[in-house]
Nanobody
């Protein structure tokens, strides 16, 4: 299965954006899925993750209350809705899939990665 992230664009401080991760070639239903991001000059960091069934989610502290991860296994997609965006949210956003039920926060535990989609938040 290949992952394809999309939806990144330029938004203003305080704006909203939804980025999506689509699976090509196989079903995402076997995988827990996470979103990570990498800002210029910084290491990639965990943002959010959802378990295989969509019932359990995790978020990094800086996005709690602003971002929501959700999945639609019928459509083979996982979305990250981002509200009240801040300039510090500017980064390439990557989706990743872990073969198994439970969501993961650790980058090394993910088996598949998509290409990044750039989110830029202007002040």
């Amino acid at each position: 299965v290949q992952l394809q992230a999309s939806g990144g664009e330029l938004v203003q401080d305080g704006g909203s954006l939804r980025v999506s991760c689509a699976a090509l070639g196989d079903t995402l239903a076997w995988y827990a899925v996470g979103w990570f991001r990498q800002a210029p000059g910084k290491e990639r960091e965990f943002v959010a993750a959802v378990d295989r069934d969509g019932g359990v989610t995790y978020y990094t502290d800086s996005v709690k209350g602003r971002f929501t991860i959700s999945r639609d296994n019928a459509k083979n997609t996982v979305d990250l809705q981002m509200n009240n965006l801040r300039p510090e949210d500017t980064a390439f956003y990557y989706c990743a899939a872990h073969f198994g039920r439970w969501a993961r926060r650790i980058e090394a535990e993910y088996d598949l990665w998509g290409q990044g989609t750039l989110v830029t938040v202007s002040s």
